[in-house]
């Protein structure tokens, strides 16, 4: 009968797709010859006699022709169960005797590259029946963690060493000044395609939970390592958002400070002022200023600005500042009584 494929898959002959799969998954992640440096003739023949073994009895023709006429007539020395049928098999007509099968096995990085959802990411090959010759994988894609978990247990990721990694994909995360002095939790629903070991991609949603920390600033990323979509031969994408600061309606900030500006009279400006503020959580403040309010007065009240983001309990300060209106005319009444009051 020739060679037994059923043995070097390590399956009985009754073995079903899945277990096909799993058998071969696992040998070929074992025997592959980047795995292998120090054996890499014994492991190209091995690895060559895994895939071959894969693709005959994963493709159902193939299988039944072996079944019934093992090796020799699978690959062309006596006559097929039936003449005809797709999945890679060729028949052909000598001229003198009957139509033949006769099997081609394919390339087993071919093979490998299809069952691990690559697109071709071997180059230069050449020769027929298989033959490992040219590169494979340049650099070494492989990595031994990724062997291991793969040969084991049929889990772990692509993410060997020559796996280039996808760019990192930014969203702005608007937050508004009170989620930035008090902290809060947002939670981001996404859609990625993530892909199965055969390389068929599916799409998913997610929810992603944000902890928004008091005293972050605009520009703090936050990083969900490989969270983009799945590709072959790629590792995913991070997914990073971005804080970005809405404006509010009262307070702009500038590091650790808060600032507001208070609209005031000249009259005010010269004779005092009280400020009334609701500070972002909720506080009223109120805020006696008996100094003459100049065009650039700021007056400073300590530790009412944001968090600090190493220390929560420490803060910035609020810095009022004052646009006073100026009186568009007066009288000369009223420019007499400035005089006076003013006067030298």
Excluded at 7 to 31: E, F, H, P, Q, T
Excluded at 159 to 183: F, M, Q, V, W
Aim: aromatic share 8%.
């Amino acid at each position: 009968m020739g060679v037994d494929y059923y043995k070097i898959l390590g399956v009985d002959r009754n073995a079903k797709d899945d277990d096909l799969k799993k058998a071969y998954r696992k040998l070929a992640m074992k025997w592959h010859p980047d795995k292998n440096p120090n054996n890499k003739k014994d492991a190209e023949t091995k690895f060559k006699q895994i895939s071959e073994a894969y693709e005959v009895l994963s493709d159902p023709q193939k299988r039944a022709v072996y079944d019934q006429y093992g090796e020799e007539g699978l690959k062309g020395q006596m006559p097929p169960p039936d003449a005809g049928g797709p999945g890679g098999a060729s028949f052909f007509s000598t001229g003198e005797g009957p139509t033949t099968f006769r099997f081609n096995p394919r390339s087993a990085d071919d093979i490998f590259a299809e069952f691990f959802g690559f697109s071709h990411p071997f180059g230069g090959m050449g020769g027929g029946g298989g033959g490992m010759r040219g590169p494979r994988f340049p650099g070494g894609l492989f990595g031994d963690d990724m062997f291991g978990p793969f040969g084991e247990g049929g889990g772990g990721s692509m993410g060997g060493g020559g796996a280039r990694k996808a760019p990192p994909i930014e969203n702005k995360l608007p937050c508004s000044l009170e989620d930035l002095y008090k902290g809060t939790t947002k939670k981001m629903k996404i859609s990625r395609e993530i892909a199965d070991i055969s390389g068929k991609t599916m799409q998913v949603e997610e929810i992603l939970t944000i902890d928004v920390k008091p005293g972050w600033k605009k520009g703090t990323k936050i990083t969900f390592p490989e969270k983009g979509n799945e590709q072959p031969n790629v590792i995913p994408a991070d997914l990073v958002f971005v804080i970005d600061e809405k404006p509010h309606s009262v307070f702009t900030r500038d590091g650790n400070d808060l600032i507001v500006t208070q609209k005031i009279s000249l009259a005010e400006a010269l004779t005092g002022y009280t400020v009334h503020l609701t500070t972002l959580d909720g506080r009223s403040l109120n805020i006696p200023i008996n100094n003459v309010i100049h065009p650039t007065y700021e007056e400073i009240v300590p530790r009412e600005g944001m968090p600090l983001q190493k220390d929560p309990s420490k803060r910035g300060n609020l810095r009022i500042k004052f646009n006073i209106r100026f009186p568009t005319r007066l009288t000369a009444e009223q420019k007499a009584g400035i005089k006076k009051l003013l006067g030298p």
